[in-house]
């Protein structure tokens, strides 16, 4: 399609749950991008795949933040123990090259950690 | 990485003004593009501009890459532009975008 879905819109979570956020990038595109928007709107960039291989994952709290793209499945990036500070909304964006030609996000899935 | 710095942070207009934004970069970028954030949170990406003049609708941009800016402009301002305006810069080096924190833009009938 030619729209980025991400799934769930709205996800609460009770602190120290799990939380898995989904991401289906338009079709053709090899890129998938994962930014984090906190308050004030600060984009935090996470993570960045080259179809199923991590591209760059400098921006990724490793130790509790995992992400992955798997052939025919849609990408996901899931907080294990989530803390109150993961509240934000985290936005995927797919393109067709890094450089960021046809750079399209999705409509954002906004976490509430309680 | 980069810091991006964009003006001004907040934009009151009356409908039917005209706007100008500006985004400034610390270093020079590969890739610079433009977003619009609604009120609904949705973003879309309006320009990639990494230099010259793109115009669409009444909207257009500018990027002087050799001196590290880029400008939006807006024309004859409607309440459906109200929302937050976002540049990014891209490096090839960095391989991501490095967002601007944002012109909040209000425009009132």
């Known amino acids: 399609g030619e729209e980025v879905a991400q799934t769930p819109k709205h996800l609460v979570r009770g602190e120290g749950q799990k939380a898995k956020l989904y991401c289906a990038p338009i079709k053709g595109h090899s890129y998938v991008f994962w930014y984090q928007q906190v308050l004030k709107n600060e984009f935090k960039f996470l993570i960045s795949f080259q179809n199923e291989n991590v591209f760059d994952e400098t921006g990724m709290p490793k130790e509790r933040f995992s992400a992955k793209c798997l052939p025919n499945s849609p990408c996901s990036l899931e907080i294990q123990a989530t803390k109150l500070e993961d509240s934000a909304v985290y936005f995927c964006a797919s393109s067709q090259s890094w450089q960021g030609v046809g750079y399209t996000f999705g409509s954002g899935t906004r976490l509430t950690v309680v | 990485g980069i810091q991006v710095e964009q003006s001004p942070p907040d934009l009151i207009l009356q409908e039917g003004a005209n706007s100008t934004l500006r985004c400034n970069f610390s270093?020079?970028?590969?890739?610079l593009q433009w977003f619009h954030q609604n009120p609904w949170g949705q973003l879309i990406n309006l320009f990639y501009i990494p230099s010259g003049t793109k115009q669409n609708g009444r909207l257009s941009a500018t990027t002087v890459a050799t001196e590290r800016y880029s400008l939006l402009y807006i024309s004859s301002s409607q309440t459906t532009d109200s929302g937050v305006y976002f540049c990014a810069g891209l490096i090839y080096n960095f391989n991501k975008f490095y967002f601007g924190s944002g012109t909040k833009l209000n425009v009132k009938p």
């Open positions: 270093d020079s970028v590969n890739n």
